[in-house]
């Protein structure tokens, strides 16, 4: 067969046989098995062409949607990726690539938790699900991943004329968002038993961590390279720019990426657009504004109506650590998951009513720290997020006398 190694029309021949055999319901093995046979290797773009192919030809998308994990289980290791270029730190795919090693390691723990609840019996499973929460609420974190792909880069493949691999890939993120959500459901339930657990493991838990991980090896084998051979370079700047409105999954990239024509600094280029917020009782630079946030000695977050987590200050001297990642996510997700219940119970008051303050007060490495929630509401009353604003208030606390003569804090 060695003709088919430089023949790309016959290997794309051979490829769409045999992923039709898949539809006919030939077994994975046997089809993998004569794919190594008959070929050593296929180029990432001839594989986006076959599906092309196939739903051009009337297969239907929802069949290719089927199978698209089967091929790819078939396909595994047999992509030739000898042509993806170098990606520069800090570009779009660089991000996606490290957004997907971190989701790997939510998976890794995950079924770390599950074998051992398997083979160890633990008769309470308590701590076991309290840990899972807050993995899959991680896990569910990929939801930001999936929609850059879907409203930043979807669209410029589809402008290039490749439809076909960005639909089976959408569909591909429903099935897993819906399995995501399915697991963090089912460690919801009440007391639920080990025995019990297990079994939702095996139907929901388990296929909603493989998906996830299956969805990075189709990412890297052929999303990724598929689109930097597709996009330019301005194309990429401007889904860079675009990338921080929709958030990072479990990433916060700590260098931005920025093509050498573009010389300015999104801050700057927000100054020189002329961007002004103007309130009743007067206005600011987007720099001034920025600077005034970041120095006042509190750490300020908004989370919006809709319970997404949308600004953090970044002052020097900050309580909470918060980074980028955090932003458009779920507020409840952001928070450990026994105290979860919390979060919904201010929120759920907030938006009926029933309250507009929340304070805490604790003491943390040293220091005493006041908590406050607040309602926001519009001049109607109508509710628009909730503002939570952190305080190192231990030098308050030791004040005594007054001090009116001028004295400069360091």
Not at 24 to 49: F, M
Not at 132 to 147: H, P
Not at 242 to 254: A, H, M, T, V
Not at 312 to 333: K, M, P, S
Request: overall charge negative; some cysteine; aromatic content about 8%.
């Amino acid at each position: 067969m060695s003709e088919l190694i430089n023949n790309s029309h016959e290997r794309k021949k051979t490829l769409k046989e045999l992923i039709l055999k898949l539809h006919a319901g030939e077994s994975e093995e046997e089809v993998r098995q004569q794919l190594l046979r008959n070929l050593s290797s296929i180029p990432y773009g001839e594989v986006v062409e076959v599906e092309q192919e196939l739903i051009s030809e009337g297969l239907p998308e929802e069949e290719v949607l089927r199978l698209c994990d089967m091929h790819s289980a078939v396909l595994e290791g047999r992509i030739d990726l000898s042509e993806m270029m170098d990606i520069p730190e800090g570009h779009p795919i660089d991000v996606m690539l490290n957004e997907n090693k971190e989701l790997r390691k939510v998976a890794e723990q995950i079924l770390e938790i599950l074998e051992d609840i398997e083979y160890d019996k633990p008769d309470d499973v308590s701590k076991e699900i309290l840990k899972l929460r807050g993995l899959f609420n991680n896990l569910y974190d990929a939801d930001k991943l999936y929609q850059r792909k879907e409203y930043l880069i979807f669209p410029y493949l589809e402008k290039a004329g490749i439809t076909g691999p960005p639909k089976v890939m959408w569909g591909k993120h429903d099935e897993i968002r819906e399995l995501i959500k399915g697991g963090i459901e089912v460690l919801q339930v009440p007391d639920i038993s080990r025995d019990d657990l297990l079994v939702s493991a095996d139907i929901v838990l388990k296929p909603a961590v493989r998906q996830v991980v299956e969805m990075g090896t189709k990412e890297s084998e052929i999303l990724f390279p598929m689109a930097m051979d597709t996009l330019n370079e301005a194309e990429w700047y401007e889904i860079k720019k675009q990338s921080i409105e929709i958030g990072y999954c479990l990433y916060d990239p700590p260098k931005e990426w920025r093509p050498e024509w573009a010389t300015e600094s999104t801050l700057a280029e927000l100054n020189k657009s002329g961007e002004h917020v103007q309130l009743p009782s007067g206005g600011f630079s987007v720099e001034e504004l920025m600077a005034i946030l970041n120095t006042v000695p509190l750490d300020m977050t908004f989370v919006d109506k809709d319970d997404k987590v949308k600004y953090f200050t970044q002052g020097t001297e900050r309580i909470f650590q918060r980074n980028r990642a955090i932003l458009n996510r779920d507020v409840r997700h952001c928070h450990p998951p026994a105290s979860a219940h919390i979060v919904d119970k201010i929120i759920d008051d907030f938006k009926t009513g029933k309250a507009s303050r929340a304070p805490f007060w604790i003491s943390k490495g040293g220091k005493m720290v006041h908590i406050e929630y607040f309602a926001l509401r519009n001049e109607k009353g109508e509710y628009l997020g909730t503002l939570e604003v952190s305080h190192d208030v231990t030098v308050y606390r030791e004040l005594e006398g007054e001090q009116r003569i001028l004295s400069y804090s360091k």
